[in-house]
């Protein structure tokens, strides 16, 4: 994945139990939702999401754990666990082996009280960017 390459809105997650095949699926503004596929041996089930403001809310959100003094739900252990996994497909590119992780736990977890609902950003005009490449249109 990169914001350099040429623009690319989908992708395909093949594992043991079912197949995630999302698009749209990195691209983001007020008119964009997220949306996947689940496909598994008893069928297939979509999944779309409105669009959100995502940067904006995340903005909000760590603004306000440093205002009130809250750990983020995104903290060091979080971050640990997707190194974990970076570091497991790494090992299986490396070696061809697949590679099978231990269950972990974590001592926090994400609650749906923590959504926030901030209504899309206006989408700025080309002309209104500076030093940007519009990666799709």
């Known amino acids: 994945m990169s914001y350099a390459t040429a623009s690319a809105e989908n992708f395909s997650l093949v594992g043991t139990d079912a197949t995630i095949e999302a698009s749209p699926c ?7 939702g997220i949306a996947y596929k689940e496909i598994t041996d008893e069928g297939e ?3 779309t999401f409105q669009p959100v403001e995502q940067f904006g809310n995340e903005t909000q959100y760590f ?3 440093i205002l009130n003094d809250r750990e983020p739900e995104a903290n060091g252990e979080e971050g640990l666990m997707d190194m974990r996994v970076l570091a497991a497909v790494e090992t299986s590119l490396r070696t061809g082996e697949t590679v099978t992780l ?3 736990s974590r001592s926090r977890h ?7 609902k901030l209504k899309p950003a ?3 005009a080309e002309d209104e ?3 940007i490449v519009p990666q799709s249109k």
């Open 26 to 32: 990195f691209m983001f503004g007020p008119s964009i």
């Open 45 to 47: 089930k979509e999944h």
């Open 63 to 65: 603004s306000d754990c």
């Open 102 to 104: 231990p269950p972990a």
């Open 110 to 116: 994400v609650d749906a009280g923590q959504a926030l």
């Open 122 to 124: 206006k989408q700025p």
């Open 129 to 131: 960017m500076i030093n």
